[in-house]
C-alpha cells in the first residue's frame, strides 16, 4: 500500500558495530532516511488521500572504535578523565605521576558492592565519578538525550471494519515517525471500531553507550536497552467552547522491562484492539507514544536486590480531529464586512477569458484546506428543456474544462480562455481539512467569434404591401407601414447551443458508497441568481435580444441616429408616416438593427415603392410565322406600353377560343430592365423611372403557334383572341385584345387555255397534316376533286377550257389516314383561263410530216454507213450526250406580278432530269428523275458554276425538300435540303443543353455517318477529308455525308493541303493513296467530335506536333459524353497499322448490335433512291 516517492539522508545513528583489525578503526551500521508515499486514508473502493512519510533504511561506516577519538583514531578516551596530572595512555588506564595512583590517580578505588559506581569510578575520598550521560550517587540514572532509542516506525490507524462483508470499510492512519511535532489527522467520519497501533524502535549499545568502562568486578551482570513501551489514550470532548478530557487510557507493550531490555536489534509492538466509541464533531483522540531507555546491573553480593536504571524516554505523539461541519461564508451569518461574495466573475457575458474570485469563507474547527475550481461547458437536455453540465452515467464519467485546485489563501486567482463558444458552468469546491466541501455555483456565456445572420428564405418585408410584387410596392396609400422579419435574423451558434435558454438546477453527485450519497450539491443560496446571465432564461427571438427600427429616403448608409426600440421584443413594427407626402414612383426605405447577447449587431433594410397607377398599353404589332423564330413554329408580338413610375415588369399573353373564350394556354413573360447608360442611347424608345430602372417602350415576344394547339376534334374553331395583359412593378395591369385566325396566302403563277398554276403559304402546324383536297366548280356547277400532297406549296390546275370563269376552295385535312377532320374555313379562289392558242393549218402539217419522212430516210442511209465503216458506236455516244445536254438545259421565265420573283421552271419538253456523277453505279435507271416530280421553289444563291435552287421532289409517298444545282451549260445535280446546318456548329450550340435526348442523338449520328461512310466505300468511293464540318443535318437531324475532296491527281502540280488531325498517319503528307482504311481512322476522330460537342481533335496540341504523338501511340481521352463500347470502336480507328483496322461495313455490324437501325436511314443508305 505504501509506495517510495523521494529519499534524503537523516540523522546518522549506530548499530551494529563491527570491529575491523586495522589500528582502531570500527565499521558499524548508519542510519538513512527518505521519504515514502502512502496512503493515509482508505476507502474500500480506493484510496483517497496519499501523504509523504518518514522511513529508515541503513548502510555502513566507518568510525573509530569505542575507547578511541581523534582524527586518526589514536587518541584514547578514559571517562572519567584522569586527574591529578595523570594521562590516559589506554581506553580507560590513566598513567599517574608520582604520588598519585588509582584508575584515574585520585588514590586508590574504594567501591564494591556497597558502594556501586557504574558506568564511572571510585577515587579516593570523592566517592563515584559517572560516565558522562549518567548522574545520580551510583550513576543509576540515564540523563542524555543520545540515549534514546531510534524510532523506526510509529503510526496508528482507525479502522471501520464490515463484519458482515468482511472487510474494512475506509480507516484513517496517523504516522509521527521522525516528525518532532507529532502528525495531526481530519477526519469527517464518525464510526470507527479498530485502532490499530505499529511501532519498531532499535538501541544500539555499543553506538549509544560507547564511553561506558568495563564492568568492574563487584558486579555481575550489567545491561543497558529498551526496557518500555507504551501509547497514552486520550479522548477529549468540546463543551461551550472549552475541551475537557472525556476518557484516558494507557495500552503497554509486552516483551520488555527493567530486567528484559532489548538491545542491538530492533524493537516490535502491533496492537490491533476493537474499539468502539461515537465521535462528536470537535471531539480530538490523541495518542502519546512512549519509548524508554533503561536496564540493570546485579551486585556480587547475593543479599541485595537487581538494580535497575532509571530509564530516559523518547515520547511523540498522533491526534485524530473530527469535524463534521462544512465551511461557512459570511453572507450566511450576515457577517460579511466588504460584499465578500462566495463566487464571482468579472463578466458573465465576455469575450475574454473567465476569470473567478471569492472571498468571505471560513471554517471554525478544521480551516479551510483548499479551493477547487472547476469549469464545464453546458450541454442541452431535451428532457428538461435546459442547459445543465454534463450528467454522470454507467458508461461516461464526465470532466470538467478546466479543474484548478488552490491553497487557503491563494496569491492569485485563476483564468481561463475557453476553445470554443459556450455557456459555461463555474463551480467553486470550498473543502475544509477534514473533507468537507461546500459548492457555489455561477454561469458565462463565452463567445468571440459568432455573427448575426438574415435568413434568405424569411425575409425581412413590409406586409402591408402587395403580395403579387413580393411585398415590394403600395398600391394603396395610407400613413402607415406593417414591417414583419420573422425569422430574418438569428445568431446560428447561439441559437443551436441554447446559450440563452433556463438553466437546470444542479443535479446533486458524488458519494462515498458508506453514508454521505450525493454529497456535491449546490444550494439554492449559493446557485447564481445575479448578473445578465444567470439560472433564469433570456428573453430572446432567434438568441437575438433587442430590436431597433428606423426609417428615410432610400440610401446606402446606415442611419446614425433615430433609432427606435421594438419593446417588447417581436418580428414585427407599425411605422407611421404622417409628416411625409407620398407620390406615385416614390420610394421609401426601412431599417431594422439587431442585436445579440454579445453586443453583436446586424442591420438589414426594406425598401417600399409606391404607383397607384395603372400602366399604357398600346396596339400590339403581330408578325406570323416566322422562319427563324425561336421555336419550330414560331410568331412574334411587339408589345408597346409604358409606366413612367414603376415600369413594365411582366407582359402575360392568353390564347382564348373566340366563341366560347376558352382560355386554352397562358404565357408569362418577364421585361428585361435596361441600364441608365443603355437608355441614354435611346431617349425615344426607353425610359427611366424614380427608382433607377429603366425599360423600352417597345418590347418583342416571340410565341409558339403550337400554344394556339386546340383538340383535333375542335380544329374547326381555330380562331383565337390573344388578350396581352401588361404589369407594372406594382403589379397594376391594363389589357388589349386581338384576332389570330389561320394565316393563309394562294397566288396564281401562270394561268394558260388549259391550265392554272397555283402557289399558296401554308402555316405551320401543331398537328400531323393528313392532306390537301382542292375542290374546282365548273360554270356548270359541277365539281372535280384533286387531292394534293400534304406538304405541298404548288399545283397545276389542267384540263380547263379556254376563256372560262372557275372557281376553287382548298381545304387542309389534320389528323392520319384512318382519323382526319378539315379546317372549318376553306380557302377560296377564283380566275379566268386565257384564250386558246393557235395551231398549225392542214397544209403546215402535211408539210411537216413530209419533211419528217425525209429526215427519217437519211437518219437510216447514215446509220447503214456508220454501222458498215465501223463508227456506228462512237456516233451513238456523241448523239447520246448531245440529247442529255438538251434535256437539261432550263430556262427560266419572269414570274407574274402575283407570284415570287426569280420562279424557275424547267422545260416542259426535257422532263427527265438525271443525277451526275463520276463513280461506278449499279443500273442507271434508278439515277432517273422525272421533271414532273421537280418543283424549284426559288434561287438559293448563284456562283461561278451554277445557280442553286430550293427545290421539292414529289414520289408516290412524299415530297422531299432538295437542293437543285443548276450547273451552267451542264446537267442538274439533285440534292437533299439539310436545313440544320453543319454538324460542327450543331454539337458547338449543344453544349449550353445537354439532355438525355441529345446524347441519345449524338449515339445515332455516329451511327448515321458509318452507315453512309459504309454505302460510299461500297460504291468505290473514297472521301479523304471526312469532319464533322463535312456532314450536314437534315431536318431530322440525320446526318448528310458531304465535302468530297477532289482527287489529287487532279492537281499533282500543286502541294497538297492536309488536315492533319483528321488525317490517318499514312495519309498525313499526302491523300494521294488514300482508301477506305483511312476513312476509317478519319471517322474515328469524327466520333470524337461528336462526343465531345464539336472540340477540336488533340486539344492543346499542335499540328505539327500531331504526326509525332501519333507515332508515339497516342490516344485521345474517351470524350464526356461518350460511353465505353463507342470509345473501343474508336480505338479500332486508330490502329497505327490500317491492316488492323476494321472497315466500315464491319462497324456498321457492331453498332446494329448497340441498337436497332432507324428505318428511315435504310431508305437513304441502302438504295440508290433520295
Not at 578505588?109 to 570523592?126: I, L, M, Q, V
Not at 472571498?359 to 428532457?383: H, N, P, R, T
Not at 473533507?435 to 425575409?459: G, L, P
Not at 437533299?976 to 449515339?1003: M, Q, T
Request: charged share 25%; net charge neutral; aromatic share 12%.
Amino acid at each position: 500500500m505504501a509506495q517510495i516517492s523521494s529519499r534524503f539522508i537523516g540523522i546518522l545513528l549506530f548499530s551494529s558495530l563491527y570491529y575491523i583489525s586495522n589500528g582502531n578503526y570500527c565499521r558499524r551500521q548508519k542510519a538513512i532516511w527518505y521519504t515514502e508515499t502512502v496512503c493515509t486514508c482508505w476507502f474500500w473502493w480506493s484510496c483517497t488521500h496519499y501523504r509523504s512519510v518518514s522511513r529508515v533504511s541503513y548502510t555502513y561506516e566507518r568510525y573509530c572504535c569505542p575507547g578511541w577519538q581523534g582524527y586518526s583514531c589514536q587518541t584514547p578516551i578514559c571517562s572519567p578523565s584522569c586527574q591529578n596530572g595523570g594521562t590516559c595512555v589506554s581506553p580507560f588506564k590513566c598513567s599517574c605521576p608520582s604520588g598519585y595512583k588509582g584508575d584515574i590517580c585520585t588514590g586508590l578505588a574504594d567501591c564494591s558492592h556497597t558502594k556501586p559506581c557504574y558506568p564511572g569510578t571510585c577515587y579516593g575520598g570523592r566517592g563515584c565519578e559517572c560516565t558522562i550521560g549518567f548522574t545520580g550517587r551510583t550513576c543509576l540514572t540515564l540523563n542524555s538525550d543520545k540515549f534514546k532509542p531510534l524510532i523506526e516506525r510509529i503510526n496508528s490507524t482507525f479502522t471501520y471494519h464490515s463484519f458482515t462483508k468482511n472487510r474494512d470499510v475506509y480507516n484513517y492512519m496517523a504516522d509521527a515517525t521522525n516528525r518532532i511535532d507529532g502528525d495531526i489527522v481530519w477526519t469527517n467520519q464518525n464510526k470507527f471500531n479498530q485502532l490499530e497501533f505499529d511501532l519498531e524502535a532499535y538501541l544500539d549499545t555499543e553506538t549509544v553507550f560507547p564511553n561506558n568502562p568495563p564492568v568492574p568486578s563487584y558486579i555481575t551482570e550489567a545491561r543497558l536497552g529498551i526496557v518500555a513501551a507504551s501509547v497514552k489514550i486520550i479522548h477529549e470532548k468540546l463543551r461551550r467552547g472549552e475541551r475537557y478530557i472525556a476518557n484516558e487510557t494507557t495500552l503497554t507493550c509486552s516483551g520488555v522491562s527493567d530486567v528484559q531490555p532489548i538491545s542491538d536489534k530492533s524493537f516490535k509492538c502491533y496492537k490491533k484492539e476493537p474499539y468502539i466509541i461515537q465521535f462528536d464533531s470537535g471531539d480530538r483522540y490523541k495518542l502519546k507514544y512512549s519509548i524508554t531507555t533503561g536496564g540493570f546491573r546485579k551486585l556480587r553480593n547475593t543479599y541485595l536486590r537487581t538494580q535497575t536504571y532509571s530509564g530516559i524516554s523518547e515520547e511523540n505523539s498522533m491526534e485524530f480531529w473530527f469535524d463534521y461541519d462544512e465551511p461557512n461564508h459570511c453572507t450566511e451569518d450576515y457577517s460579511c464586512t466588504s460584499n465578500e461574495s462566495p463566487l464571482q466573475l468579472e463578466e458573465d457575458i465576455t469575450k475574454l477569458p473567465i476569470s473567478p474570485k471569492w472571498s468571505g469563507w471560513i471554517d471554525k474547527l478544521s480551516g479551510i484546506g483548499k479551493y477547487v475550481i472547476e469549469i464545464w461547458k453546458m450541454e442541452y437536455s431535451i428532457d428538461n428543456s435546459g442547459l445543465r453540465e454534463p450528467e454522470i452515467t454507467t458508461n461516461f464519467n464526465p470532466v470538467p474544462d478546466y479543474i484548478k485546485e488552490l491553497p487557503e489563501n491563494p496569491t492569485k486567482f485563476p483564468t481561463y480562455e475557453p476553445k470554443d463558444p459556450g455557456v459555461y458552468s463555474v463551480i467553486i469546491e470550498v473543502n475544509d481539512r477534514a473533507n468537507n466541501s461546500k459548492y457555489a455555483r455561477r454561469f458565462v456565456i463565452y463567445d468571440k467569434t459568432s455573427e448575426i445572420s438574415t435568413s434568405e428564405i424569411h425575409r425581412l418585408y413590409a406586409t402591408s404591401a402587395s403580395n403579387d410584387t413580393n411585398f415590394s410596392w403600395k398600391t394603396k396609400f395610407d400613413k402607415n407601414i406593417d414591417l414583419s422579419w420573422t425569422s430574418h435574423f438569428l445568431n446560428e451558434v447561439h441559437e443551436k447551443g441554447h446559450f440563452l435558454t433556463k438553466i437546470l438546477d444542479y443535479t446533486p453527485r458524488l458519494s462515498d458508497n458508506i453514508d454521505r450519497v450525493d454529497y456535491k450539491k449546490i444550494l439554492p443560496k449559493f446557485d447564481d441568481t445575479e448578473g445578465a446571465r444567470n439560472k433564469m432564461a433570456i428573453t430572446n427571438i432567434n438568441s437575438i435580444v433587442r430590436f431597433e427600427t428606423n426609417h428615410g429616403k432610400v440610401s446606402t448608409k446606415i442611419p446614425q441616429h433615430g433609432w427606435v426600440s421594438v419593446s417588447p421584443i417581436r418580428e414585427n413594427f407599425s411605422f407611421t408616416l404622417d409628416e411625409i407626402q407620398i407620390q406615385d414612383g416614390d420610394s421609401h426605405q426601412f431599417w431594422v438593427r439587431a442585436f445579440d447577447i454579445m453586443g453583436n449587431t446586424k442591420v438589414d433594410s426594406t425598401v417600399v415603392h409606391f404607383d397607384s397607377s395603372e400602366p399604357l398599353i398600346y396596339e400590339p404589332k403581330i408578325r406570323l410565322n416566322l422562319k427563324d423564330g425561336k421555336y419550330p413554329f414560331s410568331s412574334s408580338v411587339v408589345v408597346s406600353a409604358k409606366d413612367e413610375h414603376s415600369g413594365i415588369k411582366k407582359v402575360s399573353f392568353k390564347f382564348k377560343i373566340k366563341h366560347t373564350d376558352e382560355v386554352r394556354s397562358e404565357h408569362m413573360f418577364d421585361m428585361l430592365i435596361k441600364t441608365r447608360e443603355y437608355c441614354n442611347k435611346l431617349p425615344k424608345e426607353c425610359y427611366c423611372v424614380r427608382m433607377g430602372d429603366c425599360f423600352m417602350i417597345d418590347t418583342k415576344l416571340e410565341i409558339n403557334n403550337c400554344w394556339m394547339k386546340v383538340p383535333i376534334g375542335d380544329i374547326g374553331n381555330d380562331v383565337y383572341v390573344l388578350e396581352i395583359t401588361v404589369f407594372n412593378s406594382a403589379m397594376l395591369q391594363s389589357s388589349i385584345t386581338k384576332e389570330i385566325s389561320v394565316p393563309s396566302n394562294i397566288t396564281v403563277l401562270k394561268t394558260t387555255d388549259t391550265s392554272v398554276s397555283i402557289k399558296w403559304i401554308q402555316a405551320p402546324t401543331c398537328y400531323e397534316r393528313a392532306g390537301i383536297w382542292i375542290i374546282l366548280f365548273r360554270p356548270d356547277n359541277s365539281t372535280k376533286i384533286f387531292k394534293v400532297h400534304k406538304e405541298a406549296t404548288t399545283f397545276d390546275l389542267t384540263g380547263l377550257s379556254a376563256t372560262t370563269s372557275y372557281w376553287f376552295k382548298m381545304t387542309t385535312y389534320y389528323g392520319n389516314d384512318t382519323h382526319y377532320v378539315s379546317s372549318s374555313v376553306p380557302t377560296k379562289f377564283a380566275f379566268v383561263t386565257t384564250e386558246e392558242e393557235v395551231g398549225l393549218s392542214s397544209g403546215g402539217v402535211g408539210g411537216l410530216v413530209a419533211g419528217f419522212l425525209l429526215l427519217l430516210i437519211v437518219v437510216i442511209v447514215v446509220l447503214v454507213f456508220l454501222g458498215r465503216t465501223g463508227r456506228l458506236q462512237p456516233a451513238k455516244q456523241q448523239v447520246t450526250a448531245g440529247i442529255r445536254t438538251i434535256r437539261n438545259t432550263i430556262r427560266e421565265r419572269r414570274a407574274t406580278p402575283s407570284g415570287i420573283n426569280y420562279r424557275a421552271f424547267v422545260s416542259k419538253e426535257y422532263d427527265d432530269i438525271y443525277f451526275y456523277g463520276g463513280m461506278d453505279i449499279k443500273g442507271e435507271k434508278s439515277w432517273i428523275l422525272s421533271r414532273k416530280d421537280i418543283s424549284l421553289e426559288s434561287e438559293l444563291t448563284r456562283g461561278r458554276f451554277a445557280i442553286i435552287y430550293l427545290a421539292q421532289y414529289y414520289t408516290h409517298q412524299e415530297a422531299i425538300t432538295v437542293v437543285a444545282k443548276a450547273l451552267k451549260g451542264g446537267p442538274m445535280m439533285i440534292l437533299e435540303y439539310c436545313p440544320n446546318g453543319v454538324l460542327k456548329e450543331f454539337l458547338e450550340n449543344a453544349r449550353s443543353n445537354i439532355s438525355v435526348e441529345l446524347v441519345e442523338r449524338l449515339f445515332r449520328m455516329a451511327f448515321g455517318i458509318c452507315n453512309g461512310m459504309d454505302y460510299l466505300a461500297s460504291n468505290k468511293v473514297v472521301h479523304r477529308r471526312l469532319a464533322a464540318r463535312n456532314v450536314l443535318l437534315n431536318k431530322l437531324l440525320e446526318p448528310k455525308i458531304t465535302g468530297f475532296g477532289p482527287d489529287p491527281e487532279a492537281n499533282k502540280d500543286e502541294e497538297e493541303r492536309v488536315p492533319i488531325k483528321w488525317m490517318a498517319p499514312e495519309c498525313m503528307k499526302s491523300t494521294e493513296h488514300a482508301n477506305e482504311l483511312s476513312d476509317v481512322w478519319s471517322y474515328g476522330i469524327v466520333m470524337w467530335e461528336i462526343f465531345s460537342l464539336g472540340d477540336t481533335p488533340y486539344p492543346g496540341v499542335q499540328s505539327r506536333d500531331v504526326p509525332g504523338k501519333v507515332r508515339r501511340d497516342y490516344k485521345m481521352k474517351k470524350p464526356e459524353q461518350c460511353d465505353d463500347a463507342f470509345y473501343n470502336i474508336m480505338l479500332k480507328c486508330w490502329h497505327y497499322d490500317p491492316r488492323k483496322r476494321a472497315g466500315f461495313s464491319q462497324m456498321k455490324e457492331e453498332m446494329n448490335k448497340i441498337f436497332t437501325e432507324v428505318p428511315g436511314d435504310s431508305f437513304y443508305y441502302q438504295t440508290n433512291e433520295l
